[in-house]
């Protein structure tokens, strides 16, 4: 028995240092070093004012740091910490300042102000009563409230001061835990303000929603940013997720997806010690080639859907921006492109890199669609009626439907009529002009699309995540109805937005939404989101539809503007039928 001791006690001596945790020293660069000029620091406390309503009420502590070698003749660039005061300190694991003055000293950065900014507190009304702590809030949710917050209020406020650079290269940002996530989220929602991300022990679980940043990742359009990950595999493992799974996901996403990103692994918990200890070298990293502009991420995987239907080497092209209230989007034929216009009040035509009034059309058109017959078909919601109009020139319209509520319509190969109404009903009107309600439901329609080969009429709603599949009978009518296309939401609803809808080639459904255009395959999934064309926040796109010559490029209204772009798909010429091709499931 004592021998079996003896060799248990030698065998955990020798495992022991195995088991161990790494040790993770502070060096230099985050240490005082003789010689090298050192960066001040002042406090703020910081109030929203009235008027700003993205965190109203709250208050909060901020600092900022201002290197020796700043001149306000040059615009410095800049890197905001969440949780500012937990990286502020010179006696705590970051030591930020410590570190910025060794590495600017050093060129290895470029002359950087930090802001370090706390979470918002709410303060009670009374001693008796507690205070709303914003921090889950503002870091764990996934829309661009703070990123709107930074840019608003704490960056105008310091640019009163310090000459700050407002390009999105110069700008950097990083957190821990959920100040992580926030940074991620705050460039992930605007790419136009900041390019580069550096995120500690980053809680990309679901507190709030997180957990689907790695197939958001995967699915989206490729956006220029740099990001640094770091974990440990001893992180939390909590009622929201595994931490330490959570950034692996993250980072094999980021790989996916061809972006610059570099993710470093520890064995530490949910803290700084390897954080800080790795940090001089993770802003080496971050800021490596500036002033060299980050590029946007380059899809390197065969099976990836963005490179199978994203031309790459295009943008978007705004195509008309001087008009208010463009609208709705038809295309003819030939691929003309016209759209309703809310400054004349009439249907405009695209054409030849003009714009030039279409002569004899009517009033401003919410949704338009091209029959087979050729003539021009456009709810009018102003004046609740369906209108259509010649393809011979100028003339008066025929109405169509009068003393009905229409918001998007849909015109079969044989000239039956699809339209949705406000009242939660789906009408059809046949060939004679006889009109009936085909479907009447817990439905909030907005958009309606046929299938490349009309089988199927798909119905989107602005206030849910779906778009509906509706099979269509012989005579006209609606069956086997299912909640079939599931749409990814912006964080601050429930609601995708969705209203205009297109087809391509290959059966994919283009709906235009609030988060981008989202495409989706045969079988109702969402593989590809095409990045809107301005920054968020934007009042999402309305109206989407393939036209141009070959059909090959999306003409997307989004603000009031209308703005196209190259694909590699093809969208279906108006009255044409397609049968799409078997999907794979």
Avoid at 452 to 467: H, I, M
């Amino acid at each position: 028995m004592r021998r079996l001791s003896l060799l248990l006690c030698l065998l955990a001596m020798a495992a022991g240092p195995l088991l161990a945790q790494e040790e993770y020293p502070l060096g230099p660069d985050s240490q005082r070093q003789p010689g090298v000029p050192q960066g001040s620091v002042t406090h703020y406390t910081w109030t929203s004012p009235e008027g700003k309503q993205t965190f109203p009420g709250t208050e909060r502590d901020y600092w900022v740091y201002v290197p020796s070698q700043y001149t306000p003749d040059k615009p410095a660039c800049v890197m905001v910490f969440q949780d500012g005061e937990s990286f502020i300190k010179e006696d705590g694991r970051a030591r930020v300042p410590i570190v910025f003055d060794n590495l600017i000293a050093k060129h290895q950065m470029p002359v950087t102000i930090g802001i370090f900014i706390n979470p918002g507190v709410l303060k009670a009304l009374s001693p008796d009563q507690q205070n709303r702590f914003n921090r889950s809030f503002e870091y764990d949710g996934l829309g661009d409230r703070y990123a709107r917050f930074l840019l608003d209020e704490i960056l105008p406020e310091v640019a009163k001061h310090y000459n700050l650079s407002a390009k999105p290269d110069d700008r950097a940002i990083a957190g821990l835990s959920s100040g992580g996530i926030c940074a991620f989220t705050a460039a992930w929602n605007r790419p136009d303000a900041f390019h580069r991300v550096l995120s500690f022990i980053g809680s990309f679980t679901d507190l709030r929603g997180g957990d689907i940043y790695p197939a958001l990742i995967r699915k989206t359009e490729p956006k220029p940013l740099r990001v640094f990950l770091q974990d440990g595999s001893h992180d939390l493992n909590i009622y929201a997720g595994s931490w330490w799974m959570a950034n692996q996901s993250m980072a094999s996403a980021l790989e996916y997806a061809g972006y610059d990103a570099k993710f470093v692994t520890g064995d530490k918990d949910h803290d700084m010690e390897q954080g800080g200890a790795i940090l001089p070298d993770a802003l080496r990293w971050l800021w490596r080639d500036y002033p060299q502009p980050i590029a946007k991420a380059a899809p390197n995987h065969s099976g990836d859907k963005r490179t199978a239907i994203l031309d790459l080497g295009h943008e978007w092209e705004l195509v008309n921006g001087h008009l208010d209230l463009i609208s709705g989007l038809a295309v003819d034929s030939k691929g003309n492109v016209y759209f309703g216009s809310g400054d004349n009040g009439f249907i405009d035509m695209l054409g030849d890199d003009t714009t030039g009034l279409a002569p004899g059309r009517g009033s401003y058109g919410t949704s338009m669609i091209f029959g087979a017959d050729g003539r021009l078909y456009a709810c009018e919601a102003r004046d609740h009626r369906i209108v259509a109009y010649s393809s011979q020139g100028p003339g008066p319209e025929k109405v169509v439907a009068d003393g009905i509520g229409c918001y998007g319509v849909a015109v079969t190969h044989s000239g039956g009529i699809y339209f949705s109404d406000p009242g939660h009903k789906i009408w059809f009107i046949n060939n004679a002009g006889e009109k009936r309600v085909v479907f009447q439901g817990p439905i909030d329609p907005t958009g309606v699309q046929l299938s490349p080969d009309q089988s199927q009429l798909y119905v989107s709603e602005a206030t849910t995540k779906w778009v509906w599949s509706f099979q269509i009978e012989p005579d006209g009518s609606l069956a086997n109805e299912e909640l079939f296309y599931h749409l990814e939401t912006p964080d601050e609803s429930s609601g995708s937005g969705a209203v205009g809808m297109t087809t391509d080639n290959l059966g994919y459904l283009y709906v235009a939404t609030k988060m981008g255009i989202q495409v989706c395959d045969q079988p109702g999934r969402v593989v590809a989101i095409i990045n809107p064309p301005s920054p968020l926040p934007w009042p999402g796109a309305v109206s989407v539809t393939f036209g141009g010559p070959d059909f090959q490029e999306l003409f997307v209204v989004a603000g009031g503007k209308l703005y196209k772009r190259h694909l590699l798909r093809k969208g279906i010429p108006p009255g044409a039928l397609q049968k799409p091709p078997v999907p794979q499931l």
